[in-house]
Structures are given as structure tokens and as C-alpha cells.
């Protein structure tokens, strides 16, 4: 059976900085007309850096949806046009002071696939040298170091909360049990 | 530093069935004003269901925001005042018909807490019996068995993209490693 929903018209209800909204007129794979609810994102990349002993270099910061400091590895959304490799090198240096000479690919995470067009790109990255912090306005960040085998534990027993965070933690564990970072 | 976000005010601008959008005016730690774009979203389930040998049940649907037939494990949004454990074994009847006699937490997820209120409520259950499924007006799925093992491959390297499936089936295969399950 062919599962597909065949796009019919869109109506753009919002227009955020961070995302915007449509509902968007769709058929079934039934035949039936139906509505969809869509938070269009440009995407996200997140990273996890890691010191030659293998600890992991976290931020804490406030997340207001939540109304919660969150522990999470750093992220941010990707400019328009930019290739997700460099928005993870610019996170890196603005939200940790950190710089790399190469991000490692592990995976493409969807967050919230039945709403929302966001895609997550996971990258882990040897720390090459550290640098001043370039915070987005509006951004308050805290480093903190914690060491792998740790971090596996809490993304492991739910600690971790957010979700590209404890995945990637998971995905980096087992890379450098490996030998693959 | 306390890196709290203080609520000022909420203007409501998108009303759906799934989500709703504001845009809230709020003072930063550092005492400027700005504002945040939330969606907010009731929260979600997603269950692992277990058979006596170790094969997970998955759903594979349509999601229309990615354009794509995903694997995913069963999964849904908790109505206003359901419990989560009541929504996990409603959406496990529904969606793959299968009952349990118990919902085993497996942590709670924030899949994009930078932006959206969602958590999704993780649990694992054994597969108790089946039944026939109830599958919500326009919801087309259809269920996948695969070996756990196999699905932990798929979750570590990459092949899994659902977010809360990936991390859920990587909890679940280390929590009957150690006879949890």
C-alpha cells in the first residue's frame, strides 16, 4: 500500500524567527481530503566535543518552553544556506570556546516528525584548542565538563533529557568503545 | 547566575489541533526584554512493545512533515487529563493491536525544548495479547516486528531517524541485558 499524503494547498498561519506555521491542505492515501498542522524549521545541528581523555564538554542553559536549566550538548539552528558541518564548527566556537579540526557524521535525528519539518545533524569532534565564547545575543551559557562513561549512565537513566543530546552521547560512547573517534 | 527567563506576557497566535503558538514577551538574566516563540503541545507517548523472544513491534507510517514512511515505535499525544501510562496502552491497542498488563517508564523526552513544551513519556511493556487495532481517522500504519538486537544496530547507527524511538530502543535493549525487562 502506497502510505503517501499528496499536498494539495498551503496556508501560512505564522511567521517566526525560529520557525513558522502552516496548515496545509493534503489528500489520504484513502482519498480522503484531511489537514496537516506543519512547524516548518530550518534545522539543527548538535555536537559533541570531546577532550583527549574522553570527556565531553556540555552547556547548561535555561530553556524557556520548559522553564528548566537544561544540560545538552552544544546545538543551534542552521542559517539559510549554510552547510550543517560549518554550523557545527560556529556552535562550537560561539555557545563552548571550542574549535575542531573535524566533525565526525553520526546520523540525522527527527525530533518531532508527525509536526515538524526539522531535521538534527549529530556530529562528535575531537576539541582542537579552545577560544573566547560568541554567545547569541539573548544566550547564556554555562560550560561543563563531564566525563563519557558518565555521560553514558545519565543518557542511559534519563538524566539526559533532551533528546539529541542523550542519543548522540549514546552514539559517541560507542564509537570511541570502537576505536572510531 | 540564575539564568531564569522571567514571563511578562503571552500573545496567542496559532490555534490548531495538535499545537498552539505564542509569542511571549519575557525579561532576559541580564534585565533586557525579549521575546519567545513557543509551541505548545499537550505531550506524547511511546511504547516499546515486547514479545517472550525479544522482537519489538514497530509501526511504519507516512509522516507528511518529512515526506517520508518512517519506522517508528508506537506512539501519540496524550489527551487533556489522560494519564501517560492510560495513553501508552491506548495508543498500543490503537495503532498495533497489542495489549500489556504493564507500562514500564523508561524516562521522559524533550525533543525540542529550545522551542516547544512536548515531552514524550517513554515506556516498555511485554506484549500480552493482540487485538484488533483502532487506528485514529487518517492514521494509515502498518506493523513491523524486528529483533532487538537488530534494532539496537538500527538506533546506534542511524538508521532509526525517529528520535524517541532510537533513544527508547537503546534504553529497552540494555534494561533486558540486565533482566529489567
Redesign the interface.
Known sequence: ?D???KFVSRDD??K????S?S??D?I???G?P?K????HHNGAVCVAPLTDDNTLAFV???????A???L?LPAGRIEPGEDPVETAKRELIEEAGLTTIECIP???????????????YLYGARIGGTCPTNPDE?E?V?KVYIPLAEAEEMA???TI????T??LV??VA?AVREGRL
Open positions: 500500500m502510505f503517501t499524503e498561519r505564522f517566526g524567527r525560529i520557525f506555521v496548515v496545509d493534503i489520504q492515501p484513502d480522503k484531511s496537516r498542522e506543519v512547524v547548561r542553559q535555561y530553556r524557556y518552553p520548559m528548566e536549566v537544561m545538552e553520526f546520523g540525522v535525528d527527527y525530533p518531532t516528525p508527525g509536526y515538524s519539518t526539522e531535521k538534527i539573548g547564556f554555562e542511559y537513566d534519563g533529557t533532551d533528546s539529541k542523550a542519543m549514546l552514539r560507542k
